[in-house]
């Protein structure tokens, strides 16, 4: 798979660049109306735009014509009906004007709109689907920064920028081209502080744009260090860190400050400037305008045109800085975009994958070896024949590989060597999804989704009725406490609901798998965590769990493997030992070693062994030792 | 102003992400979008001391935007008076005006530019201020608030709320006086010039202020809506790339990929309609501009055409005027409409920094509370009752008198008040009734800063600030040595794995050390702990997420931990709680044995049955894998002697 690290860094290249762009471009297809009206809006409503200035020209000169004679003035030779026709009709131009600028926003705007809808859903889908390896090595924050952020950009782009630029143009061409009609000298004297307003203008976005970053990553720092602090303030208090955590906050805040006001400077000697050169403008253009007029060569309505001209100008010509800007921001952000969906998952259905059904559970590693690289395999040679409805327990050291075991049965990863057999076929040649429904897994980190207990636990059926939910709840021993809860079932879990303690969220976990019916289940456990009550319901649960599928279970302690019928014990991706219980403990060896460790520290807890106060107690004849009878 | 209260957060509750599985979780919340009155004296009144230190700047500022504004909106009028001179044949008088515009122009760029210079500098002060203010606050507040509110919620009170609020005092006030000023000049300049005039313009104002107004309310709405589902999709988001494993290991893709173009969908529609009223307000206040210029000239130019005597270079001069002031006339208008919402949002803001401010710490030193200089270590209990909530008792009547050095277990299910007796100790939460006393003084006569300082908490899940290894050890003392934090993490077992780590001591922590395994976070927490030297410890299931290998080693360094020092442990694992001094047996928030391991085992009550409980289950499946034997093979290498338990009941 490729590598994209680093990409955060990557220095495009321009060439490259243009081809991104074109990308976007099957985007907009399913938006061609919108397109070419949101194009006829630009320019007849640039246009538009500017031929108010023209039409109030005409009403007055044509309206009210002064007559002269030699330097005199005379009288007002006025035509009443072509003034107010040519006023009335500055309205209905407004209208129509206002149309069009209406539909250039929203057309632009839904344009935008929808081609960033069509992106996310392509970057959704494209990303849930990736494998494991692809997630171990992206960030959370890195897609996540791509799919909202970096879609953002190409919005922006569409819905602003694009049609922003043209429009502009627009409104400069027309405008030159009356002012350059009525007087091609003034047209000059009203251009000369144009340059420098669009020079500016892209100057200042260029620079202020590392400012605004830095202002982004200052304030995330502000937020991190109040998060941390605040977030572990049992911690502060107990070691009476206060004064320091607010000095540590203070100065951040202080950094974020500064870079305001860096900002604010940079702002401060740009958009006065802008302004001022605007007013200066304008003051140019009606000086020189005036002097010709006292000459006989233009007239008051013309100056009064070109004074209306350049005050439509003003502004659009200060952003033109934005604009380039989001061109470019778009440019690399759908850089980044496609590169995330131009990552193909290593994990997918074969041509010709057909369905997996009716299995009976008979799983086998077949000289097994994966790795992410060559130079240090996770796993070598490793062989396991799990029979329909056994239970094989993986055991070893952190990293010796046994998770990485369990995950390439449901083809989170595929093995790099040998193969993965169920019931005799090979699991790539099934399709993914009809493999990973027969396999249930537990996993050590329970995630619950952000939802209600009942959302949870039919969260791989969502379509399983109250009554499904109950029992698998019951048989996972975690109805009662659901029921104490005020709302029940529909008492909400994650950020704003209940928090739940480790051993409830397991539980949760073992209904939501008791619900999917699987044939294989993967157990990884962690009841290291809870208290010994709970334990005790765990294991009670997971008793039910297990009947009659096959098992593959992590165990951190020795009590969950013991009655496994096969125990594997893995060293640095290697099978090192294998057999019952009782074949380990007779051999010198890992198993033997954490053996004796976990009874050194039973026999300290015990001090001495409690004989079973039930003699009659019979061997329970389920492969994981737990009293039925304890609740 | 609306107080945060016991029970909940009535004020509290933000934006929330969150993608929502099915349906909305009732209509509480979504206060974010809870717009303020537009002018709440309250929040005006607490803000002013903020300003106060800055007056002169501010009084600068203001003064700035004064002359900017005047420039800006006298500009019409000089541009006609510079029209009627050359309508007139004077070009002298046109250069002479031509001469003020290009020195207006430039005496507005000046004052612009001082204008924003001065309040941002001034806004920014008030940044830091506030927002330390508030942070110093959040942090003398008791645990008791931490546990209503997350973290989450205090985190956009301190970012986004000081944020409007900064620039409502800032450019937000300076821009709302800034046009009100253009209006003024406006007004009265353009009926000095000729009221007829005027008021053709002014006829215009009513029927765009209404829409406006109509429009900014439907606007605030969806702008409000179109948040909602962003974040919605967003947390939608972020939860499923976290979850991602679940999602696939429960095939759950195409489940999710449904929902999320729902959202998404939602999302966009929302955006569209935002957009689309947004698009409404540059045509309708163009449409104004357009109206009222068509009724200057029709009027002004029916009047002249009517009139008997017209002096051109007036008439000229004041039709360029009008024309240009029409345009410059709705732009305040339009702004003030828009800036009505932004202050709103700024005076909620306000309204909820303040709310914070005014949140009292539950626990405060009494104006008499004395300094603890030495501690000896001794702890009494005296018939001490607890509650978060009226009627819901948490202990009860728990009267314990612990001696120095001596080791106390707390043992009893989950919710029988286990950790609530510890944080009442080092008083993160308040007696309700009875009274601790630590050396036979009351906690509550004690600064807590002076009873803090001898405590030393190590909690189940260690937590870890970024920064080295060697900052996080000295976090209780950051004076300390080297050499100081070294000896503490071999007392606790630490040393030898940072040691091996190629930048030792100055490994940096990424995220709260999730670049370390939790067994190795809790031993630099335990390091952390005994470098601080304190006379009581207070361990809070601190082996609980710990493996064997590591519990082996930290159990080692128990034994340092505890030497001489009060502690109180708790504990789910039997052997750490064997060591104990007593053993304190809860239940129900009372205390129901107390007493050794031996002993309590011997009267066969709650402890016994805990305890069978947790081994009976091996003890049977041992024996039935005639496991029994070789335990007692390994027992025997050890040479002790298996004796017959004495709790059978």
Known sequence: MRVLYPLVNVRYIPKARMKKLLRLLPYTRPYLPQMILAWASVFVSGALVQFSPALVRFALSEGLQPVYEGDRFIRLDGNAQLLIYSALAIVVFAIGRGLTQFGQTYLGESIGQGVSYDIRNDVYDHIQRMSYAFHDQMETGQIMSRTTQDVENVRMFFAQALFRIAYIAVLVVVSLIFMFIINWQLALVSMVTMPIVIWRSVVFQTRVRPIWLAIQQSLAEVTQTADEALTGIRVVKAFSREDFESEKFRARVQAQADLNLQQAHAMARNQPLLQGLGMAQVGLTVGVGALLIARGQLTAPDVLAFALWLNTLQLPLRTIGQLVNATARCVSSAERVFELIDVESEVKDEPGATELADVAGHVRFDNVSFGYNNVSPVLSGVNIDARPGTVIALLGPAGSGKSTVVNLIPRFYDVTGGAITIDGRDIRSVTLESLRKQIGIVQQDVFLFIGTIRDNIAYGRPGATQAEIESAAKAARIHDFIVSLPAGYDEWVGERGVTLSGGQKQRIAIARTLLLDPRILIFDDSTASVDSQTEFLILQALQELMKGRTTFVIAQRLRTVMRADEIVVLERGRVVQRGTHAELLQQEGLYRRIFDLELKDQEEALGRPVASRRPDAEPPQDRVGVSQEAE | ?649
Do not use: C
């Open chain 2, 1 to 649: 102003m609306a107080m945060w209260g016991g029970a909940g957060a009535a004020g509290w509750s933000t934006n929330i992400g969150g993608g929502r599985m099915g349906g909305h979780r009732g209509t509480d919340g979504w206060d974010d979008e809870y717009l303020g009155k537009v002018y709440d004296a309250e929040v005006v009144r607490r803000l002013a001391p903020y300003l106060r230190p800055y007056r002169w700047q501010v009084l600068l500022a203001f003064l700035a935007m004064s002359v900017q504004a005047t420039t800006s909106y006298m500009q019409p009028l000089i541009v006609g008076f510079t029209v009627r001179a050359g309508i007139r044949h004077d070009p002298r008088q046109v250069l002479l005006l031509m001469g003020v515009l290009l020195g207006m122009a430039a005496i507005g760029w000046l004052a612009l530019f001082i204008q924003q210079i001065t309040i941002n500098t001034v806004g920014n002060k008030l940044l830091v201020q506030i927002r330390t203010d508030m942070y110093e606050h959040m942090q003398s507040l008791s645990l008791s608030f931490y546990d209503e509110m997350e973290v989450g919620r205090m985190i956009s009170r301190l970012t986004s709320d000081v944020t409007v609020i900064q620039d409502l005092l800032t450019s937000g006030s300076l821009n709302f006086a800034a046009d009100i000023v253009g209006l003024v000049i406006v007004v009265i300049t353009a009926l000095r010039l000729d009221w007829q005039l005027a008021l053709v313009t002014f006829a215009v104002v009513p029927p765009l202020v209404a829409v406006m107004a109509y429009w900014s309310t439907h606007a605030k709405n969806a702008f409000v809506n179109v948040r909602v589902k962003v974040s919605a999709l967003y947390g939608t988001l972020a939860e499923n790339l976290s979850g991602v494993r679940a999602v696939q290991s429960m095939s759950r893709e195409d489940e999710n990929s449904r929902r999320f173009d729902q959202l998404n969908r939602e999302n966009r529609n929302a955006a569209i309609w935002a957009g689309m009223l947004s698009a409404a307000v540059l045509p309708a206040v163009e449409l104004a501009v357009a109206i009222a210029t068509t009724g200057v000239i029709i009027v002004g130019g029916l009047r002249a055409l009517n009139a008997v005597n017209v002096d051109v270079a007036t008439l000229f001069g004041l039709l360029t005027a009008f024309t240009l002031y029409v345009g410059r006339f709705f732009d305040p208008i339009r702004d003030l409409v828009l800036q009505y919402t932004m202050i709103q949002r700024a005076m909620a803001g306000g309204e909820r920094v303040f709310e914070v401010l005014d949140t009292p710490p539950r626990i405060q030193d009494r104006p008499d509370a004395i300094e603890l200089d030495q501690v000896e270590g001794r702890v009494d209990f005296d018939h001490v009752f607890f509650h978060y909530v009226e009627g819901i008792p948490i202990l009860r009547d728990i009267d314990l008198h612990v001696a120095p050095g001596e080791t106390i277990a707390f043992v009893g299910h989950t919710g029988a008040g286990k950790t609530t007796i510890t944080s009442l100790v080092s008083r993160g939460y308040e007696v309700t009734g009875g009274a601790i006393r630590i050396d036979g003084h009351d906690l509550r006569d004690i600064k807590r800063r002076s009873l803090t300082r001898h405590m030393g908490v190590v909690l189940q899940t260690p937590y870890l600030f970024s920064g080295t290894i060697a900052d996080n050890i000295a976090y209780g003392r950051s004076e300390a040595t080297r050499e100081q934090i070294e000896t503490a993490a071999r007392a606790v077992g630490a040393h030898e794995f940072i040691e091996r780590l190629p930048l030792g001591y100055e490994t940096v922590l990424r995220a709260g050390g999730q670049n370390f395994s939790i067994g190795e976070r809790q031993l630099i927490s335990f390091a952390r702990a005994i470098l601080a030297a304190p006379r009581i410890l207070v361990l809070d299931e601190a082996t609980a997420y710990v493996d064997t290998q590591t519990e082996a080693i930290i159990q080692r360094a128990l034994r340092e931990l505890l030497k001489g020092r009060t502690s109180f442990v708790i504990a789910h694992r039997l052997s750490t709680i064997r060591e104990a001094d007593r053993i304190v047996v809860l239940d129900q928030g009372s205390i129901a044995e107390v007493g050794t391991h031996d002993e309590l085992l011997a009267a066969g009550g709650v402890y016994a049955n805990l305890y069978r409980m947790t081994y009976e289950s091996e003890q049977a499946a041992r024996e039935t894998e005639a496991l029994g034997e070789d335990a007692a093979i390994a027992r025997r290498r050890r040479g002790e002697v298996p004796v017959q338990a004495a709790g059978d009941a």
